[in-house]
């Protein structure tokens, strides 16, 4: 009996985007547009999606620009997070900005975001400074800081 797992990752591609989508709007309390996915496909900007036995969980996208990468949105269906696949896809986000020859990859993060803030720290990222009041508060009021971080390849 086989118990293997199989994950697989492909392209984001404009194809994909109402799939993604529905992550999207799952994950981010103030999600992106579809207007705004569709506009960070191509050109600079690059991406893949994870599936696991052949059901999508996640994707991620970044940009890349003049020899610096920025993880632009990292998502995972809310069912299948807590089982790694959240750094499995940042490990190919690395992957794929080592191919660009990227030498430094930035991120934003929400200051109240833990889980996601430890992942990043535990990947070598350190915090490099805040952007005062950058979100829009979870609770509708007020807003929150975002930490940008910093990983030299």
């Not at 992942?119 to 005062?132: H, V």
């Amino acid at each position: 009996m086989n118990n293997k797992i199989e994950t697989t990752f492909s392209p984001v591609t404009a194809e994909k985007v109402e799939e993604l989508m529905v992550i999207e709007l799952a994950c981010h309390p103030h999600p992106w547009s579809e207007k705004t996915f569709r506009s960070c496909i191509g050109g600079r900007y690059f991406g893949d999606c994870l599936s696991v036995d052949n059901v999508l969980v996640g994707f991620y996208v970044g940009e890349h620009v003049a020899g610096e990468s920025t993880l632009m949105d990292i998502c995972v269906s809310p069912e299948q997070q807590g089982k790694g696949y959240g750094k499995v896809l940042l490990l190919q986000f690395f992957e794929d900005c080592k191919k660009l020859a990227s030498k430094t990859i930035f991120l934003e993060v929400r200051a109240k975001n833990i889980s996601a803030q430890m992942l990043y720290i535990n990947q070598g990222f350190s915090e490099i400074s805040r952007r005062t009041g950058y979100y829009p508060s979870n609770t509708g009021f007020g807003y929150e800081d975002a930490i940008v971080m910093s990983k030299k390849l």
